[in-house]
């Protein structure tokens, strides 16, 4: 055989390889790793983080504000030994999502600012959380400054962050939050939380948002906030979650962000203010500028707060709300409190949007708390 017949077929075995070797090689993906604000978060904690995508996956959690707290014609504090809750009431199952809050715990009231009493309101948590539903808490802190509530404007944040006039009062205020996340446990284990804590800071309507603070100072307090739980009182149990209003032309849904290893879950707040035309096209926009973010550093999202006041505008759950977040890819949907007939997000026996509802229920992509516990 020649020299040259054997360098040719050298050449040709060498080409057959690398085109066999090339057609079988898949560029792989690159993964991102998950990364929590807490580096020694509970093993719950974790377990709830990747319950959040793999719920996203399948569609859409649906969750209520003091669900068990107290609805239209009852109130928890004055029957203690029944559970109830106006989702399940109209449905036969209970919301997904349970939504409650702490403020006035730092100011050593007995109860919080919608007169839920903290000790109701553990006991409520443990419950949910044993059905297998999912715990989301915000912080309608006081302003520190006055001790007016969190409506009032007057500056604060400059005060309480560090080297402040008021910071030894928010280090205690802050240490009583962290006493009652601590003491949220069943079985012995912790109870994982999402907290949602300085939310809507895009707008002007709480002492720590909009005018009222700037970003710089915003993104202080938040990171000071999380040192204090997580490094000085060993607060394990919570993921974090970023939630600015809806978003404004001008708005940058970033521009108060904490930072990536300060925020483990990226929501929004928008409400439907009788006007659902408007309501609609927002919720899809910033949904879609939230869901590209979300991607791009690897983290959940929900819409962390919506509703309609008083449920007025008819089948505002099939026609309306459902249309703008179906195939969205948000973990969960909150909507706020039923206090009385003028004051209601979900609907109750005999409401105008009851029947509405109970077709909402059945839709492809709502998940309620059977949903997520079989």
Not at 240 to 249: H, W
Not at 317 to 333: A, C, H, K, N, R
């Amino acid at each position: 055989m020649s020299r040259t017949l054997v360098n040719t077929l050298q050449l040709f075995l060498f080409i057959s390889l690398f085109s066999l070797i090339s057609c079988n090689h898949t560029p792989q993906k690159q993964i991102v790793e998950t990364t929590f604000t807490d580096s020694n978060a509970s093993e719950n904690v974790k377990k709830l983080h990747q319950r959040l995508i793999n719920i996203s996956k399948k569609g859409i959690a649906i969750g209520h504000q003091d669900d068990t707290s107290y609805g239209l014609g009852w109130n928890h504090k004055n029957h203690l030994d029944t559970i109830k809750s106006d989702v399940q009431i109209v449905t036969g199952d209970f919301p997904a999502v349970f939504g409650f809050d702490l403020g006035w715990i730092e100011i050593d009231k007995p109860y919080n600012l919608d007169t839920v009493p903290f000790n109701s309101m553990k006991n409520l948590i443990i419950d949910a959380h044993k059905k297998g539903g999912i715990i989301t808490i915000s912080w309608h802190v006081n302003n520190p400054v006055t001790e007016g509530s969190s409506w009032d404007k007057t500056s604060a944040v400059t005060s309480i962050i560090k080297g402040g006039a008021q910071r030894e009062k928010y280090e205690l205020w802050v240490s009583k939050l962290a006493n009652f996340m601590n003491d949220l446990k069943y079985n012995g284990a912790d109870i994982p939380v999402i907290f949602r804590p300085f939310h809507e800071m895009n707008g002007s309507w709480f002492w720590w948002g909009g005018e009222n603070c700037n970003p710089k100072d915003y993104i202080t307090l938040w990171q000071e906030t999380v040192e204090l739980l997580r490094d000085t009182h060993q607060v394990h149990n919570l993921l974090y979650a970023y939630s600015p209003n809806k978003l404004n032309p001008e708005d940058d849904y970033l521009r108060y962000y904490p930072g990536d290893n300060f925020v483990d879950i990226l929501g929004i707040d928008i409400y439907d203010f009788n006007n659902s035309e408007d309501y609609k096209k927002a919720v899809i926009h910033d949904i879609a500028v939230l869901k590209k973010i979300a991607k791009q550093k690897n983290k959940p999202y929900a819409f962390t707060e919506t509703g309609l006041e008083s449920l007025q505008t008819k089948n505002w759950f099939t026609q309306v709300l459902y249309p703008t977040i179906e195939g969205s890819g948000i973990s969960w949907v909150l909507t706020w409190r039923n206090y009385d007939t003028k004051h209601h997000y979900m609907p109750y026996k005999g409401q105008l949007n009851e029947k509405d509802f109970i077709q909402f229920e059945k839709l492809p992509e709502t998940l309620f708390l059977k949903d997520i516990t079989n």
